[in-house]
């Protein structure tokens, strides 16, 4: 199937072959056409499906057919849970829209008011932007609802998970009734399809499925090993394998800047990258792992969300992350649309539980590989599958 048979028209068509798409990916091949219907949405979909382009395309071409937009008006609005999110769906959609006159901008708390405030007084065709922000700007009247045509919730397992919930329930109260509504989610958790319901009137359901969760191009694999051995084992693995990059994900900021440390001391250099760092350091420590200018780069989850890199080829996951769907997440962030990607796991005994959990979710058990002299001293057992767990807690960044 080619992008031409979905229905969009040539200045999309253009600017799709610019970026260097061939054929659309399974979400797109589904959502676009659905969107295009004008109907409601809701879609199971893990980032690195290229589930931005299923929505960000049909929307750009129904805007492109109508008026453009008044003062401080917008005509598409997208949600998003993070910064980084936001601005990578931006720059998104101005790729997409390259051949076109629509206009589009990223909105996210933590940084000066003014711009953003600037940015909308002419009005933008799609306004990106984490529910914070956004709210508070409404709130101050910089932008109006009532021009706004569809909404789309990206990431909403991922907002519910930050606490999102009333800032996106105020949102949807003040836009206008009669919207096309668009929900994608990693997971259609019972969270989720709460929220849909609540939200979303008469909505199609897609899902691309559950193999998207262990997609045959990420060859996931873990290592048991015993927790005071982990940055001694890590920094074991770069210098045997001479990796040329990866993204490592880690729990807490602390424990960040700390691996970044000890990796130090033994020769290898390695960012941190988290919520306490500035906007503008996390940006140009993206840019600089974008360009491969940094190797290594020490993630907490909450920090990495939404991060996307062409050719990531592999994440390790230093500690084991918690919920399930989080390792879903963290995984999708390498093998992005069929590239091929590694996802390395370090489990220690106290992380069996959860282990367990991840392998339920993905309904396999995740390949164990020795290296030699990390054989820990408190072995793993071997997971039990559709283990259901008894409390639920909450990720830390
Ligand atoms: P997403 O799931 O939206 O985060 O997209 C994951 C990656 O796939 C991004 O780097 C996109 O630029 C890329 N991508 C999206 N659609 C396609 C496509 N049809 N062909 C090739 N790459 C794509």
Redesign the pocket.
Known sequence: MSFSTLGLSTPILDAIRK?G?????DI?QKAIPIVLEGKNLIAAAQ???????SFVLPILEMLSKGETQRKKRIRALIVVPTRELAIQVDE?IKQYASETKLTSMAMFGGVDYQPQKQGLVDGVDVLVSTPGRLIDLYGQKAVYFEEVEVLVLDEADRMLDMGFIEDINKIIARLPQDIQNLLFSATLSNPVRDLAKSAIDSAVEISIGKHSASKSNIEQWLVTVDKDKKSALLAHMINEYQWEQALIFIETKHGAAKLAAQLEKRGIHAEAFHSGRSQHIRAQLLNDFKAGKIQYMIATGVGARGI?I?DLPRVINYDLPYPADEYVHRIGRTG??DKNGEAISFVSKDNFKNLCMIESRLGHLIERREIEGFAPRKEVPISILNYVPKHKREPKD
Do not use: E, F, L, S
């Not at 798409?21 to 990916?25: A, C, Q, S």
């Not at 980032?47 to 382009?53: D, E, L, P, R, V």
């Open positions: 970026v798409y061939d054929k659309p990916t797109q980032t690195g499906t290229g589930k931005t382009a998104k996307d062409h992005r649309a």
